[in-house]
């Protein structure tokens, strides 16, 4: 995977640009103030960095960056999971006006800042000219070692968290064992009085039902008693009389009016529905009393009910499902306050976070000395002879998230001398070249298919420069390197050189950025070896450089 096209517009001092870049180790030259860092301050912007509107070229109404890329499996899958389209080229594209707004797309479809610098991790790593810096925080040294080593830190991370959870867990229930325990004696108090009333599902509605029967018993025995006497009075004025002389009445002349006949099948239907309501009532009757004992303890448990519903504020229908939840709420406080068993979970946490810890720090301690000989090795051809890379683990006392020991760089920059932190080392010089020892060993570990160095060449000269373009030309070859360089002899290794160059027209300065070759390039070259005037000696000098035949 490699940058293959960048595309400016209106971007700080650049008009428009557009650019085609190659793999294998390029180099970005020119004067003092051309602009060299443009691209990479660009790039970064395309790469979800922080929009400013300095970067809209003055006169412009808003700046354009595009950045196109071969996408690598693990660009594609990451496209997949977010919800973007994964094409054959990867197109990031951000635009910034004059009021700040900015705005993003990855392969078209509209993208977030934070979308950008994710995708950005696997694509682009850049060592900036204060690249040493890094090296003095903790997580960044951490970060570089666990890389070196291929640590994967997301399960220790996760054991940490889980065992933080388990003792925040644990503390929170032994402060809150008095509340806990208040709330558990609430409870059981409140459920012990609803216990006495022991309620049913569907009770209530029973018990209201029977009781409404027996406290007016003695209307319904009066309404039964009173029916039956007008269905089946001894007297004329009985109804089921009634009905009885007046079938007859209709069957006398049935033989006359068929129709009669129809009617008294009717009055007979009704006759024998009267008949079954007299046998009836007779049954109910025979079987109902007033009970005055039963309406008296009916009358008891209805008031327990109905004082229950009103100190705790429910319906009385709904008090057995209120006991059910309170057995169940109890329950839960119990667990809670089962501290052997949160004491048990806490433990168990903690053991797996040390394990996991332990299997990072293992791996750590192995890779600790394979890195430090590494670098140190890079620090001899760097023109530090006799200087030392060390890598220092310091246990710590308890497991933190990122594992058992802290990670720092000790360097001793001749033979001889004592290590000391890499913060503590005197020399600027020292400084840039151990970044860049620590730069070339580790930068075959990321993802990333380009590099790009941003003069972290700065301070050094002669044959160590000359080493530094070997070793970028080497990186070359398995990842694409972009160098932004001041050195000749850095320049000289490249297989591809692009030229930054500042004109003014109609009143403004604009940069261009072009690739260079042949006699372009040689002129280049002497330029950065002898400053503007191109003497025979100088571009001799270059041609030497480049290898090309002299003219």
């Not at 301050?41 to 070229?57: F, I, K």
């Not at 003695?218 to 079938?247: K, M, P, V, Y």
């Not at 109910?284 to 705790?312: F, V």
Request: hydrophobic fraction near 45%; include cysteine.
């Amino acid at each position: 995977m490699a940058l293959t096209h960048i595309t400016l517009r209106d971007f700080v001092i650049v008009r428009e640009l557009e650019l085609d870049l190659n793999t294998g180790f390029g180099v970005l030259t020119g004067e003092t103030g051309a602009g060299k860092s443009i691209l990479i301050d660009a790039l970064q912007l395309a790469l979800g960095a922080r929009a400013e509107t300095s970067v809209v070229r003055e006169g412009a109404s808003r700046c354009e960056v595009c950045a196109e890329f071969e996408p690598t499996p693990a660009v594609a899958a990451w496209l997949n999971e977010a919800g973007f389209v994964n094409e054959a080229s990867l197109l990031l594209r951000r635009t910034v006006d004059t009021t700040g707004k900015s705005r993003a797309w990855i392969n078209g479809s509209p993208a977030t800042a934070t979308q950008l610098r994710e995708l950005g991790e696997h694509l682009l790593d850049i060592h900036g000219q204060h690249a040493w810096q890094s090296l003095t925080r903790p997580d960044a040294v951490r970060g570089l070692l666990d890389a070196y080593a291929s640590i994967d830190t997301r399960p220790l991370k996760a054991a940490w968290h889980a065992w933080r959870l388990a003792q925040q867990t644990l503390a929170d229930a032994q402060q809150a064992q008095s509340t806990l325990a208040n709330e558990r004696e609430r409870l059981a108090w409140q459920i012990g009085e609803l216990d006495k009333l022991k309620p049913a599902a569907g009770e209530w509605e029973d018990i209201s039902t029977q009781h409404s029967r027996l406290a007016n018993a003695q209307a319904l025995i009066d309404a039964a008693n009173e029916t039956t006497l007008l269905l089946e009075g001894d007297d004329e004025g009985g109804a089921l009389r009634q009905l009885s002389r007046a079938i007859q009445s209709l069957q006398a002349l049935g033989h006359v009016e068929p129709e009669f006949n129809a009617l008294a099948e009717v009055l007979l239907s009704a006759q024998a529905q009267a008949e079954d309501v007299a046998h009836s009532l007779h049954s109910y009757l025979r079987k109902t009393d007033l009970d005055p004992q039963t309406l008296a303890e009916l009358d008891e448990r209805m008031g327990l009910w109905l004082s229950l519903a009103r100190r705790y504020k429910k319906p009385p229908e709904e008090l057995p499902q209120v006991l059910a939840q309170w057995r169940d709420d109890l329950a839960r406080l119990d667990a809670a306050a089962d501290l052997d068993v949160l004491q048990k979970a806490e433990q168990a946490a903690h053991l797996a976070c040390l394990q996991a810890a332990k299997q990072v720090s293992a791996q750590r301690q192995k890779a600790a000395k394979p890195l430090a000989k590494a670098v140190t090795a890079a620090m001899q051809q760097l023109g530090m002879q006799g200087g030392r890379f060390e890598v220092s683990l310091q246990t710590l006392d308890a497991p933190a998230q990122h594992g058992l020991e802290e990670v720092s760089f000790l360097v001793a920059g001749h033979e001889g001398s004592t290590p000391r932190p890499v913060g503590k080392v005197a020399s600027g010089g020292e400084l840039s070249r151990i970044a860049l020892a620590i730069a070339v060993t580790t930068s075959e570990l990321g993802e990333a298919g380009t590099l790009i160095f941003d003069e972290v060449d700065s301070g050094v000269g002669g044959a160590v420069a000359e080493t530094v373009g070997r070793l970028m030309k080497q990186l070359g070859q398995h990842r694409q390197v972009l160098a932004v360089t001041h050195l000749p002899q850095v320049a000289a290794c490249a297989d591809h050189h692009l030229l930054v160059s500042k004109a003014a027209a109609q009143g403004q300065v604009s940069s261009q950025v072009r690739a260079v070759s042949g006699e372009e390039r040689v002129s280049e070259i002497a330029r950065m070896l002898g400053g503007e005037k191109l003497s025979a000696t100088t571009l001799a000098h270059a041609r030497e450089m480049l290898g090309t035949p002299q003219g």
